[in-house]
């Protein structure tokens, strides 16, 4: 049996405009993955859109029910995903103190980061394993030439058998390698939820642009179907480091609460707002209801799924 981790990475500690640089990894079996990845290019024919997932791009909801659908089918699969956040001036306070300059704390950084990510997910492989056979663990990194330039392979591969060795695991790296995340699914999984969490942690819902709306509703409508919102919660854990030698457990439901609340107030708010005019306008059409509440094209799947709401067929009707 085969681990596979996909590793990805969101901002950087010397990109000064921002305040925290997220990493992430996704780990499942092989099989498992293999099951997911058959499940979410099954979903991109259905949807006629192969195009690369990214939550980044995603400013339009054309494409919400390829979206939509590939994270319902993720979150309810086995699988794991870890998220670390760093606060960019406490990492670069700690640089300065001893000296290093930017560069070097990265040069750094990707070396140590990751090896935690991997080793929160692969310390408690013994579950996957019942026969007590030494478990080969693949790692699977988004392709970066400053990866390469660090001999991330090497020093990541030395330092995971180190730790299994030293803590009687019974597992193995056997090989980290960088993937092109166009050609990965795993990694443009990874690349959604980080990306989710991001955007609940910076409560960039509250921007109210239009850009912001859209994210919102992919997620919103993501969380309330089934038990996603739990699964969400269960599966994805989150960690900060804090400066110190270790790192720090944080409890994704304190962001998610607070989006879910916002969320659910705001579409009141927009249903009543809908409702009115189709009472008013019993044969409006759907282009029309459109212009008269303000709403451009990118956010037409928006309206359809407050529309199916208002009518009693669902939030999600149309997308599930």
Not at 39 to 64: A, G, M, P
Not at 148 to 157: A, C, G, M, V, Y
Not at 238 to 259: A, C, Q, R
Request: glycine content about 4%.
């Amino acid at each position: 049996m085969y681990y596979l981790i996909y590793f990805d990475e969101s901002n950087k500690i010397d990109q000064f405009d921002a305040d925290y640089s997220y990493y992430g990894a996704y780990g499942s079996t092989d099989v498992s993955m293999a099951k997911v990845v058959r499940k979410v290019r099954s979903i991109f024919k259905q949807c006629k859109s192969f195009s690369e997932l990214h939550f980044r791009e995603y400013t339009k909801d054309n494409n919400i029910k390829k979206y939509f659908q590939t994270l319902h089918t993720v979150i309810n699969e086995n699988v794991q995903i870890n998220i670390l956040t760093v606060d960019n001036k406490d990492a670069l306070y700690a640089a300065q103190r001893i000296g290093l300059t930017t560069a070097e704390l990265r040069n750094l950084f990707y070396i140590k980061i990751p090896e935690r990510l991997f080793y929160g997910m692969t310390r408690n492989l013994s579950q996957f394993n019942q026969k007590s056979r030494m478990i080969k663990v693949k790692i699977k990194v988004d392709q970066n030439d400053e990866y390469d330039k660090l001999f991330l392979e090497t020093k990541i591969t030395e330092q995971m058998n180190a730790h299994s060795a030293y803590r009687n695991k019974n597992y193995r790296v056997v090989s980290v390698i960088s993937q092109d995340s166009a050609k990965s699914i795993p990694l443009q999984i990874v690349d959604t939820f980080m990306g989710i969490v991001v955007f609940l942690l910076e409560k960039t819902y509250l921007e109210q642009s239009n850009v912001s709306k859209i994210k919102s509703d992919l997620i919103y409508r993501f969380l309330i179907e089934g038990d996603n919102l739990t699964k969400f919660q269960q599966q994805i854990k989150l960690y900060k480091w804090t400066g110190n030698e270790e790192i720090t457990s944080i409890n994704i439901s304190d962001y998610v609460s607070p989006f879910m609340a916002y969320k659910t107030a705001y579409d009141l708010q927009e249903m009543v707002r809908i409702q009115k005019v189709m009472l008013e306008n019993p044969s409006i059409s759907l282009k029309e209801l459109r212009l008269k509440v303000g709403y451009p094209n990118t956010m037409l799947n928006m309206l359809i799924g407050y529309k199916d709401q208002i009518e009693g067929r669902g939030r999600n009707y149309s997308i599930i």
